[in-house]
């Protein structure tokens, strides 16, 4: 294994696909092999044992780390980043003491037990806004409980997914560029491959993120139940997918794992993916695909997509409807591995 400093990896990563001076050292970081003079620089503590990457928190190098990481949180309406009062570290237990605010529209965000909630409707008493049932349905806390405890496993019977443990290893290979940066893990739902992701150790900072409070609760109990799960450097944040609370062009990769699917409008959700980027950036997401009579027929499309808008059903779109949907979205060099109804797919935001 071979550990290296909180986003020594990222910036490399970064120099290395914007400049042709740092191609060679792109090889190296990916192999996990570090420069001496990389090393001096960036004070990079190097453990090498396996192919894996750790990231670790040194402090002294991590403050301005930690500084540039919480400059990525943004007010979901101006999307300016938002002004931190709290622990100097991201960590699941300084939630409850974080207060955020915009510098712009003045608003305050907090923390509860668990997450951030920074939704345009956070610390609304009166006004409630609901989604349409395919959303909401995974704010009823028996849902929330019930997702990995059958929920999901039903997906690998009906509709090919692999399972968590096997889609994490197919995803990995996506994200080989952004390994040492911050991760969403966009609709987290129960936090199953947030968890993954916080134990590979492979970036950052985690963001698990989901509109459902209960999902977001359920990760959380999940966080805490697990000893060699690090609490730093992960959050839990809930906010809507089509009015994501980071600043535009600051995040190195999103995952959305069999979430498209349940989103309001998926147009909306892979265009904020897109404006969260970073130039280089990863997004990987998997869906059910269903190449059905309509995707052939050109009538029957919309008059699905206005069935499933007016029912508040899941939306399952065909395989060239979802690479237009990325590439409509600003996406480049799409690329998907299908398994029955399963797809992964894999695009990134232009240099
Ligand atoms: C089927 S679960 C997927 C959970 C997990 N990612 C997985 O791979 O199993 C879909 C998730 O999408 C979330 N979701 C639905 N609408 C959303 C929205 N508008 N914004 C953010 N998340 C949303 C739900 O709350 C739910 O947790």
């Not at 960036?42 to 090498?48: H, M, S, T, W």
């Not at 999901?152 to 197919?170: M, N, T, V």
């Not at 892979?270 to 995707?295: C, H, K, M, N, Q």
Request: glycine residues 6%; contains cysteine.
């Amino acid at each position: 294994m071979a550990t290296v400093t909180a986003g020594s990896l990222a910036l490399a990563s970064r120099l290395s696909r914007s400049t042709s001076a740092f191609k060679p050292f792109l090889s190296s970081v990916n192999n996990m092999v570090v420069s001496p003079s990389f090393y001096r620089k960036f004070g990079a503590k190097l453990r090498a044992s396996s192919s894996t990457a750790r990231v670790e928190a040194t402090p002294g190098a991590d403050l301005n780390e930690n500084e540039a990481k919480k400059k990525t949180l943004a007010c979901p309406i101006c999307y300016d980043p938002l002004i931190w009062n709290g622990d100097p570290v991201f960590s699941v237990d300084s939630t409850p003491r974080s207060i955020l605010k915009c510098s712009i529209c003045k608003k305050v965000y907090s923390g509860n037990e668990n997450h951030l909630d920074l939704t345009v409707t956070s610390g609304s008493k009166k006004y409630g806004e609901y989604r349409p049932a395919s959303s909401e349905l995974f704010r009823l806390p028996l849902v929330s409980f019930l997702y990995e405890r059958g929920w999901r496993q039903a997906f690998s019977i009906w509709g090919g997914f692999p399972g968590p443990e096997r889609e994490f290893e197919l995803m990995r290979d996506y994200l080989k560029p952004v390994i040492g940066g911050t991760i969403i893990d966009a609709s987290c739902g129960s936090g199953m491959f947030t968890r993954l992701f916080a134990k590979s150790g492979l970036f950052s900072l985690v963001v698990a993120l989901d509109f459902s409070e209960s999902m977001l609760k359920q990760s959380y109990d999940y966080i805490k139940q697990e000893e060699n799960i690090s609490k730093e450097n992960l959050i839990l944040v809930r906010a809507d997918i089509a009015r994501l609370p980071f600043a535009s062009s600051s995040i190195d990769a999103v995952h959305a794992g069999a979430a498209l699917h349940c989103w309001p409008s998926p147009s909306a959700g892979v265009a904020e993916i897109s404006r969260i980027l970073r130039p280089g950036g990863v997004f990987v997401a998997t869906t059910y695909i269903v190449d059905g009579l309509y995707s052939y027929i050109p009538f029957l499309s919309p008059i699905r997509q206005n069935i499933a808008q007016f029912s508040g059903s899941h939306l399952y779109l065909s395989e060239r409807e979802l690479r237009e949907l990325f590439t409509t979205c600003g996406l480049v060099d799409y690329t998907c591995i299908r398994n029955g109804r399963f797809v992964m797919m894999s695009a990134r935001k232009p240099e």
